[in-house]
């Protein structure tokens, strides 16, 4: 059986519609928290729920990621390349995992609600203690600002695969049939 | 497996054509960043951010870590609310249905000075945090005076400036407060209501006014407008003993709750139609309907560098279901400031001053 020459098309949906909902939540948070204006309430009301959907999304797409098989990347790619590549995906699947996950813990540990909406409450996923709160809240804002360069390396990739290397990398997640 | 068209078999690019390539790549990447650093105020330095608002808090009373960077001289309090059921038409909130809900409290001074004498402001603040039995919570901040001085952030950020130090003599300019009032005439009710305002020998027998406006939300989905109040239900005589000391205030209160509780009747004044909801520099008339939503019952006391109110961020925007926040701009602008002070000060939790003795 012959590699795949493309992502399936439940990936490629899934790929998609997170790379929409992921760009829109970085700048979602960053404008939020330099906002002392009603912007700064419904973003954040817009922040929480996008969240958690990201989250099982994720969820979801891990798995179709162990259960279906990948297109290799290009034979001749470099060797830095092609860690690169690794480690970047590595590494942006460990985010989008961990964001809400940290979002939600600080939440929690705030001793605040976990509200989406008016009357949705998630559970608290950590007991309230302060220092615990600073911790997380840190964490999330430095590690979306290492999501939001990382989105930029891998967009900046795949368009040089495209442009540059003209190989079939872009392609893969763009059409096909699997 | 073999690459089906591996790079290497194409033309390679003209060096104009990689330029090209390149430079496109770089402009997308570029414009994104871009974006990215004008939403986050990178790029637009004129901003007024929470960060902004928390600065000149700081600036104009000193860095104090671990402390509130504005009320931050209190005392943590604890009890529950008994409601009468008289809200219950108006919002459909657990608080006003259930006979008890749990509150955590903290009375504080208006001030950024953790170490302000309790005689050097006539404004005592309460916040309040109602625990509903479904979880949600209601967390409000109340204070002494009937109207705020103010009915924007950016009008509330350049009276904070107004009292900053001047860089040149250390001090604030003495004729910069006079000149925002001068130029903001929507503080004078304020202004007459300190004219004759007296710092209080104690905590309990204030009123505190929550001043921004909230909308009830009945199960039918009706909004009224509203702002609430806690009124004393015991006044002492005039005091003949004026207080002494610099903190005075938590010693009175821990002796009345030696005695007993302290209690306030909850009223919530109905707005009618055409009474201003986004503006808590404007009074409603006195003949507005108030109900009496229950009765606040404070027990104990506990220090404010251990109890349990220290690591409570009182944003009043933690509502629970049936209660709406208005469109006045304070709210949201206290709801992002402090989140930023809360942030600033849990980091600090370890360089708070040796634990003082809880108080029973």
Not at chain 1, 63 to 89: E, Y
Not at chain 2, 9 to 30: C, E, K
Not at chain 2, 309 to 322: A, F, K, V
Request: contains cysteine; positive net charge.
């Amino acid at each position: 059986m012959s590699a795949p020459r493309h992502f399936v098309p439940l990936a490629r949906l899934l790929h998609w519609l997170m790379a929409l909902m992921i760009i829109a939540m970085l700048f979602i948070g960053a404008g939020m928290v330099a906002s002392v204006s009603e912007r700064h309430e419904w973003l954040l009301q817009l922040h929480k729920p996008l969240g958690i959907a990201i989250l099982l999304l994720v969820i979801v797409r891990l798995l179709v990621r162990f259960t279906t098989r990948q297109p290799p990347l290009p034979t001749d790619l470099p060797g830095w390349q092609v860690l690169a590549a690794n480690a970047s995906h590595v590494l942006l699947y460990a985010l989008m995992l961990a964001l809400p996950l940290l979002g939600w813990g600080m939440i929690s540990a705030a001793g605040d609600p976990v509200m989406l909406g008016d009357s949705l409450q998630l559970p608290s996923i950590l007991p309230a203690h302060a220092q615990t709160f600073a911790l997380l809240r840190k964490a999330h804002g430095y590690l979306a600002y290492l999501l939001f360069v990382t989105v930029l390396v891998h967009l900046a990739a795949a368009l040089f695969h495209a442009w540059v290397r003209r190989d079939e990398v872009l392609d893969s997640m763009l059409r096909g049939k699997g | 497996m073999v690459d089906p068209s591996p790079s290497s078999s194409r033309p390679p690019l003209s060096a104009a054509a990689l330029t090209l390539r390149l430079s496109g790549i770089a402009v997308i990447v570029a414009a994104l960043a871009g974006a990215f650093a004008y939403v986050n105020g990178s790029l637009d330095p004129e901003r007024l951010t929470p960060q902004a608002l928390v600065n000149v808090l700081e600036k104009n009373n000193g860095v104090h870590p671990g402390f509130r960077r504005n009320h931050s001289k209190g005392v943590c309090v604890a009890g529950y609310f008994q409601s009468t059921g008289e809200a219950s038409a108006y919002s459909s909130a657990q608080v006003f249905s259930l006979p008890q809900t749990p509150v955590v409290g903290r009375f504080a001074l208006p001030s950024g000075n953790p170490y302000a004498p309790d005689g050097s402001v006539p404004i005592r603040s309460l916040a309040l945090r109602f625990t509903q039995a479904n979880g949600q919570q209601w967390r409000t901040g109340m204070n002494s005076m009937p109207v705020f001085p103010v009915g924007t952030v950016e009008a509330f950020y350049q009276f904070q400036q107004a009292q900053s130090p001047d860089p040149a003599t250390g001090k604030p300019n003495p004729t910069a407060v006079p000149a925002f009032f001068a130029a903001h005439p929507e503080a004078v009710p304020f202004l007459q209501w300190i004219k004759t305002a007296k710092p209080s020998a104690s905590y309990a027998t204030e009123t505190y006014n929550g001043i921004n406006a909230f909308y009830l939300v009945n199960p039918a989905g009706q909004r009224q407008a509203v702002r609430w109040g806690v009124v004393p239900l015991s006044q002492d005589a005039a005091d003949a003993t004026p207080p002494q000391g610099t903190d005075f205030l938590e010693q009175d209160l821990v002796k009345r709750l030696a005695a007993g509780p302290l209690r306030w009747q909850l009223n919530i004044t109905l707005a009618n139609p055409g009474d201003p909801v986004n503006d808590a520099s404007k009074a409603w008339p006195a003949d507005r309907k108030v109900l009496n939503a229950g009765t606040l019952v404070l027990e104990r006391t506990q220090a404010q560098d251990n109890g349990e109110c220290r690591d409570i961020n009182y944003d009043p925007l933690i509502l629970p279901q049936g209660i709406e926040g208005s469109d006045d701009p304070l709210l949201v602008a206290r709801s992002a400031a402090y989140a930023s002070s809360y942030l600033r000060r849990t980091s600090e939790v370890n360089q708070l001053p040796a634990k003082q003795e809880s108080r029973p």
